[in-house]
């Protein structure tokens, strides 16, 4: 591999790997860097736990190669036992030893450490995920939730450095979910491991990470800032990972595309190309449609519905407003009644635009 001994963290290059004829994974690559939380973000079958049980020595390498800190585990010849990768794996199904104590499941993989050291690092893992007064229950004495902070405490005991995730919120109930990510967070950021997490929820990774790797189908689409992603889509299914989108076709013609909620610029398109529109919900701006001189296409009201601080509202927009289903987000509760007829603004930097060829 060519990273040496001067690159940090976890590198990951050029992973193809196969089961029978099947391909799997394709020229996947991924660098983490020491402290970093990534996250491989995609749907199911896609790859991503494959992806993690080659890392993690669970399965052997095919082809391509593994680094940590610049000295090579698996691949061109190499492939180191688990034990001896430096790396901890949290399962989504926690995988604690009934029998033992929280104390000793935490201290379970430190018996290289004197006693008293075992019994210091224990107290301070604890510490860090607020389980330090239950260190004496048994497993089946804790929540869902503090359970997974168990697990947690016991990844992080050997000081890895780098911290595999495995869906590790998916067994919680939502409240819990988001309690327990919000710790597993703050846990992990005061850490130098490298961090690499699966996940198919686009709402964990995007507050999870630093970096967000979206796959599909094996292949690594776009590897980004949540932020990035979300504003700077490189493919409709990127865009559409991170919200739903109302979807329109058309054709570029002097540097535009028309559509029934106006003309948007398309400046980087060929004349003449087919093209589908995706615009996001909350692109869609309602207000009067008698008064409002900006809005650009008028809506009828089909059906509003209330989501908490924001609203969903249901349109009818074009062909005299018995056309193109379209849903629009909207903050507040004053929301348009059915059958309102509406004005509709639509903000640009919440439009994608890309050639209808690939549906990834």
Same mark, same amino acid.
């Given at each position: ?16 790997? +196969?089961? *029978?004829?099947?391909?799997?994974? #394709? ?9 970093? !939380?990534? @996250?491989?973000?995609?749907? %199911?079958? @896609? ?19 593994? $680094?940590?800190? *610049? ?12 034990? +001896? /990768? ?16 929280? +104390? ?16 210091? /690092? !224990? ?43 495995? #869906? ?26 490298? &961090?690499?997490? =699966? ?23 776009? !590897?980004?800032?949540? #932020? /990035?992603?979300? &504003? ?7 865009? *559409?990972?991170? %919200? ?12 535009? =595309?028309?559509?029934?909620? *106006?003309?948007?610029?398309?400046? #980087?398109?060929?004349?003449? &190309? ?16 008698? &008064? ?5 296409? $008028? ?16 349109? $009818? ?15 507040? +509760? ?27």
């Amino acid at each position: 591999m060519p990273d040496g001994p001067d690159h940090l963290g976890l590198r990951i290059e050029g992973i193809s790997h +196969r089961y *029978g004829v099947k391909p799997v994974l #394709e020229d996947v690559s991924l660098d983490v860097a020491p402290g970093e !939380i990534l @996250c491989l973000l995609g749907p %199911s079958g @896609c790859g991503k736990t494959t992806t993690l049980r080659l890392i993690a020595g669970l399965e052997e390498i095919q082809s391509g190669g593994i $680094s940590i800190n *610049g000295q090579p585990i698996a691949g061109n010849g190499i492939n180191l036992p688990p034990e +001896r /990768r430096g790396i901890s794996l949290l399962f989504q199904d926690f995988a604690l030893f009934p029998h033992l104590t929280v +104390r000793d499941n935490v201290g379970f993989g430190l018996s290289h450490l004197s006693r008293s050291e075992r019994s210091e /690092r !224990i107290d301070e893992v604890l510490q860090q995920v607020g389980l330090a007064h239950y260190a004496d229950r048994y497993p089946h004495e804790l929540s869902g939730g503090e359970q997974q902070r168990v697990a947690l405490a016991r990844a992080r005991a050997p000081r890895p450095g780098v911290m595999l995730l495995d #869906e590790p919120f998916s067994n919680l109930d939502v409240r819990l979910r988001r309690q327990v990510r919000d710790i597993v967070l703050h846990v992990l950021k005061h850490s130098t491991a490298s &961090t690499l997490m =699966v996940t198919h929820d686009p709402e964990e990774a995007m507050f999870m990470a630093d970096k967000i790797a979206v796959m599909y189908e094996g292949r690594i689409l776009q !590897i980004d800032t949540p #932020e /990035r992603l979300y &504003t700077s889509p490189a493919t409709p299914f990127v865009a *559409g990972l991170f %919200s739903e989108m109302n979807q329109l076709q058309g054709q570029v013609k002097d540097g535009h =595309v028309m559509t029934v909620v *106006g003309r948007l610029c398309t400046p #980087e398109l060929s004349e003449g &190309t087919a093209v589908d529109v995706l615009i996001r919900p909350d692109a869609l701006r309602l207000g009067n449609a008698k &008064t409002d001189g900006h809005a650009t296409a $008028s809506g009828r009201v089909m059906a509003s519905r209330m989501l908490g601080k924001f609203g969903l509202v249901h349109l $009818s927009v074009g062909e005299e407003n018995a056309g193109f289903h379209l849903h629009a987000r909207i903050p507040g +509760r004053n929301l348009p009644a059915e059958d309102d007829i509406v004005g509709v603004t639509v903000d640009p930097d919440q439009v994608f635009v890309f050639p209808a060829v690939d549906p990834t």
